[in-house]
């Protein structure tokens, strides 16, 4: 089965750069028709998504998160990484990954159990 694992710290200070990575079995992040996401949930708030990238090179972002967000997938380890730069405490929140469906069934069909981000000095 397909199963995607958060990983990275838990704790990153302001300003400097949030790093995770998602690592996917039972699947190939090089797979056509299929792209690789993160989204994330503050405390209290709902889910916001940041972006989304394929093998292929395409990469989309959320407007508000695109100056500081790249997203990128390495088939040779199966894994996509978050990168978020210039970080402040409003960066805290639970960061899932999903593999999104660009062939039917549409959607984000698999995710990450989630992994906490705290920002903080």
């Known amino acids: 089965q397909v199963q995607l694992q958060e990983s990275g710290p838990g704790l990153v200070k302001p300003s400097q750069t949030l790093s995770l990575t998602c690592t996917v079995s039972?699947?190939?992040?090089?797979?056509?028709?299929?792209?690789w996401s993160w989204i994330r949930q503050p405390p209290g708030k709902g889910l916001e998504w940041m972006g989304a990238?394929?093998?292929?090179?395409?990469?989309y972002y959320s407007p508000s998160l695109k100056s500081r967000t790249s997203i990128s997938s390495d088939p040779f380890k199966n894994q996509f990484t978050l990168q978020l730069s210039s970080v402040t405490p409003e960066d805290t929140a639970v960061y899932y990954c999903?593999?999104?469906?660009?062939?039917?069934?549409?959607?984000?069909?698999?995710w990450g159990q989630g992994t906490q981000v705290t920002v903080s000095s």
């Open positions: 990238n394929a093998y292929s090179g395409s990469t």
């Open positions: 999903a593999r999104v469906s660009f062939s039917w069934p549409y959607g984000m069909d698999f």
């Open positions: 039972g699947f190939s992040v090089a797979t056509k028709y299929y792209y």
